[in-house]
């Protein structure tokens, strides 16, 4: 598990709130918020005994208790104590949660909602003025390289987002986006990894055919992934085209290979799959009008 937190030099940068003044709650603790939890916990975001969670199993609540050093509660307690509320459940328990919620006191408390496809007018409808924030983190936040699309609500105020945008980058980087692109981001980043993993599976496939052990080729595909990402996360401005031709050099067998994908027609056909990924995501986003 990655130790250095990119929340701290964040907010070293930013130096607009202090988040470990504020109290955090968890509806629901499945695995993404147990990710959440652990980032904020191994960043020193705030103190366990800030952080509340409940969830609807009683076999597992002492277990994670133990496990992360943090109290369960009830809804009415979750919120009355805390500011800012991770709303963690599946969707299809989102309106359960969200009816009694819009009984209780909800001045100045802070939302976000992890939920796919809840858009931020569905929370209006239960909450009304609460300021709620949508973010879409991804699965390699277990490793403190998550990408995490934020979507603020237009009564999100620069202080929520701040704290927003600290909380997710204790797991990775987060990029603000306006709720038209969300779904689209969703089908490349909440998606996107499933599909490298593919990718990364298929190459390695080819490896092993070849001779090369399968953890090996897997090996060696995974840490070229790896480094070419961070080559143009961390290439200056650099051109994706630029990058290619140092690479391709003429009569090579990079060229060679390029000339097979562009006969196949590779990034078009990738760039369907992504397309068919962000189709279902409005599908499920109308769902909940």
């Known amino acids: 598990m990655k130790t250095y937190c990119k929340a701290t030099r964040f907010f070293s940068i930013v130096n607009l709130v202090k988040i470990n003044t504020y109290r955090i709650g968890f509806i629901g603790f499945g695995h993404m918020a147990k990710i959440i939890c652990r980032a904020i916990i191994r960043c020193k975001l705030v103190a366990r005994s800030q952080i509340l969670f409940m969830r609807r199993d009683p076999r597992k609540i002492h277990e994670d208790e133990q496990a992360f050093g943090i109290t369960s509660t009830s809804l009415e307690t979750l919120v009355s104590k805390s500011d800012i509320i991770l709303l963690c ?117 080819t490896g092993e055919r070849g001779g090369i052990p399968y953890e090996k080729s897997l090996k060696i595909t995974a840490q070229t992934f790896l480094g070419a990402a961070r080559i143009l996360l961390q290439g200056g401005g650099v051109s994706v085209e630029d990058l290619i031709s140092q690479i391709a050099v003429p009569n090579g067998t990079t060229e060679a290979g390029l000339k097979v994908m562009r006969e196949l027609e590779i990034p078009t056909r990738l760039q369907s799959v992504i397309a068919a990924a962000a189709q279902r995501s409005q599908v499920l986003s109308e769902e909940f009008l």
């Open 89 to 205: 459940v599946r969707p299809a328990q989102a309106e359960a949660i969200l009816k009694p919620m819009a009984q209780l006191e909800m001045k100045s408390k802070m939302l976000i909602s992890i939920l796919a496809g809840a858009r931020l007018s569905y929370f209006e409808k239960f909450l009304r003025s609460t300021p709620v924030i949508r973010a879409m983190p991804n699965v390699a936040s277990e490793v403190g390289e998550g990408m995490t699309i934020l979507t603020p609500g237009s009564d999100a105020g620069r202080e929520f987002q701040s704290l927003a945008n600290l909380i997710f980058n204790s797991m990775g980087n987060t990029i603000e986006l306006s709720e038209e692109h969300m779904d689209m981001a969703t089908g490349m980043a909440a998606s996107g990894p499933a599909y490298v993993f593919s990718l990364i599976d298929a190459i390695a496939r």
